[in-house]
């Protein structure tokens, strides 16, 4: 049985209390455990709903999302956001005012766990990122590149099984973009995470091993 | 997370700094009331216990008492007490009172007009106290001059005096004060009496190192003066039927409480102790306190809209940082507290820096304040504003109460938010 299973996936909005808009028609595909896919489509193809539901953000679907054999809805979300799933944004979303350390470890905060364990894990995540020498730095000192790196980092602190990286190249010039696709291929093997790439890019997304593409809420 | 919330709050300084003065003044407010109304009790407390020893009791035939320039308003128990005439009995049943010392018998006169020699301008209030020296040089310790004994010519009067006449206090020695009583008037100690017209002469013999405007004469004197005045046939008479104004009892230490529930009990007489003035103060500046409080706490009011509008700006402008924290595992009560810690920051930052520079502003006009007051009497007092640790602890507790408390809404507010929104905020 496949590690993500998406069933007939399907969500509407209701837009000014009257417009329904249904920004998935019945999604379905699967994933492996341990495969990097990424998921592609155009603007309004429904690429972030379906990350919002996948990293537990939105639970007004109908459908079904089981992760290892169990419904999404069943977890406690901010479990699920915690323990299962690591997030990747386009913007990379650092807090300016922590180091980039500090950056990393934030999502320990909320889990209220202080498990020795997270400094040689710290330690290991800037080592694979490559930014053992930065760690005492600030947000606006680092290139993008460098933000998206930490941005993967503290998306794999508290060992998630799945990471969702939500156009992580979009602000990026292309060689940079090839490098972050490449650290989470990397990731991907390392970790032995299920990654799932959410792009508009052709080019970066047929570097993962498949590319689920979506065409007006449904994949094609 | 408390490192977090704390560094939002720095991340707009200024905003914070101008939210954080809205605590910060109404903190002074309350600093200065808490402080000041302690340090004013603590003040006349002093200047009190300099003149007023514990021991001493006074017993009044009035109701409302004046003693020393201090004035106690009657309570209700006083008013339906019937009026007692503190006669020679009087006088010596107390004598008789196990643990009372001395008893050293005062007259007020009132109705008098009152000039200095070679002035035709009357001194503009005409109370005249009595008192007996002789052989209780302690019983005003305030009095200051060369010969403490008070004899039947001399008067005694206070600094506020000799300034009303515009005369050194070395030059007023000596000169005469004339008491005139005015014919018609009605008001003799307290008795409904027809006053004759009569003058009196005395030397003054010392000045008092008070700002208290009153004059102070021989006992014997007074009585020879209101029995002549009053046209009673003798100073028997003006006992019985009006009697003494004040009776100063001074009794052993470990009897006093004993001799003043006697006195108050048994006689049904008036009496005022340090204990009941001591009472006194607390009850008015405790009520006085109060007061001031409910005042400032419309500042705290104020302030706290404030940092509600604060807060709801920074929600508005954290929106999507608050989605990115609760897609990466903050709940929705982590983010509750996470503001709820910036709002009560933001009023702790507001409460130290209101204390500080009330700490500041007292420090600085401590010495002018302690001048004043020493101008207008309270000699005794060297120091007017003392830090108050456990004051200082109530209002930095009270002023990140007040943070928090504003703070609520606007954290409500935040931890609802739905991430996805949240997220998509532009």
Redesign the interface.
């Known amino acids: 049985m496949s590690y993500v299973q998406i069933e007939n996936l399907k969500r509407e909005y209701v837009m000014n209390k009257e417009v329904l808009v249904e920004a998935l028609r019945g999604v379905t595909f699967n994933i492996e455990k341990r495969e990097i896919i990424s998921v592609v489509g155009a603007s309004g193809s429904g690429k972030s709903t379906l990350l919002?539901i996948l990293?537990g953000?939105?639970r007004g679907y109908t459908g079904k999302v089981m992760i290892d054999e169990r419904d999404v809805k069943e977890y406690n979300p901010?479990f699920y956001?915690?323990h299962i799933v690591?997030?990747i944004?386009q913007q990379f979303?650092l807090?300016?005012?922590?180091s980039v350390e500090?950056n990393i470890l934030?999502?320990m905060?909320?889990?209220g766990d202080k498990d020795i364990e997270v400094k040689k894990r710290l330690d290991y995540l800037l080592d694979m990122v490559g930014l053992e020498k930065r760690r005492k730095h600030f947000p606006k000192e680092l290139s993008g590149g460098e933000a998206q790196r930490v941005a993967i980092a503290?998306?794999l602190i508290?060992t998630p099984k799945i990471v969702l990286a939500d156009e992580p190249t979009g602000n990026l010039d292309s060689k940079t973009g090839d490098s972050i696709v490449n650290l989470l291929k990397e990731v991907n093997k390392k970790e032995e995470v299920t990654v799932i790439l959410v792009t508009h890019d052709r080019s970066i997304a047929k570097k993962t091993e498949r590319v689920i593409t979506l065409v007006d809420g449904k994949n094609v | 997370?408390f490192?977090?919330a704390v560094?939002?709050i720095?991340?707009r300084k200024l905003r914070t700094l101008l939210t954080s003065l809205g605590i910060t003044i109404a903190v002074m407010l309350m600093t200065f009331i808490l402080f000041g109304m302690t340090d004013l009790q603590r003040a006349i407390l002093t200047q009190f216990s300099s003149v007023f020893k514990p021991t001493d009791l006074y017993v009044s035939s009035q109701d409302f008492t004046m003693m020393g320039g201090m004035m106690s308003a009657p309570t209700k128990e006083e008013e339906e007490k019937e009026e007692v005439i503190i006669n020679n009995d009087i006088k010596d049943e107390i004598e008789d009172i196990d643990g009372v010392e001395n008893v050293y018998p005062m007259f007020m006169i009132t109705g008098f007009d009152v000039y200095l020699e070679g002035d035709d301008t009357p001194y503009p209030t005409n109370f005249v106290q009595s008192v007996n020296l002789s052989g209780n040089d302690e019983m005003y310790r305030e009095f200051q001059g060369d010969n403490p004994v008070l004899g039947k010519e001399g008067i005694f009067v206070s600094k506020f005096v000799s300034s009303f006449f515009e005369i050194s206090q070395q030059d007023i020695i000596g000169k005469s004060i004339f008491l005139k009583s005015v014919p018609q008037t009605s008001f003799v100690s307290g008795a409904n009496r027809n006053v004759l017209g009569k003058e009196y002469e005395f030397k003054v013999q010392g000045v008092v190192d008070t700002s208290s405007d009153a004059f102070w004469i021989n006992t014997q004197k007074a009585l020879d003066i209101l029995v002549d005045t009053g046209g009673f046939v003798d100073e028997d008479e003006y006992l019985d039927l009006i009697g003494y104004s004040q009776l100063l009892v001074t009794t052993q230490e470990e009897k006093t409480l004993d001799v003043e529930e006697y006195m108050t009990g048994e006689m049904g007489l008036n009496v005022i102790s340090s204990k009941t003035v001591v009472e006194f103060i607390s009850t008015l500046t405790s009520g006085l306190t109060i007061a001031l409080i409910v005042f400032g706490s419309i500042s705290a009011l104020v302030a706290s809209i404030g940092i509600i509008n604060t807060m709801i700006m920074s929600i508005y402008e954290q929106t999507?940082?608050i989605g990115?924290?609760?897609?990466?595992?903050?709940?929705n009560t982590?983010v509750l507290l996470i503001f709820l810690i910036q709002a009560g920051l933001i009023g702790l930052i507001g409460g130290i820096l209101g204390l500080a520079i009330s700490y500041a502003l007292m420090q600085i006009t401590d010495p002018f304040l302690v001048e004043v007051l020493q101008e207008q009497g309270f000699n005794a007092i060297e120091k007017f504003f003392y830090f108050q640790q456990l004051n200082a602890i109530y209002i930095t507790l009270g002023s990140i109460l007040v943070g928090i408390v504003a703070g609520v809404y606007p954290s409500m507010k935040a931890a609802k938010l739905d991430?996805?929104k949240a997220?998509r905020y532009e």
């Open positions: 919002n990293g953000l939105d901010n956001r915690r690591g997030t944004f979303y807090i300016p005012s922590l500090e934030l999502p905060k909320f889990t503290r998306s508290d | 997370m490192k977090y560094s939002l720095f991340r999507r940082e990115i924290i609760k897609a990466i595992g903050a709940s982590q991430p996805v997220l």
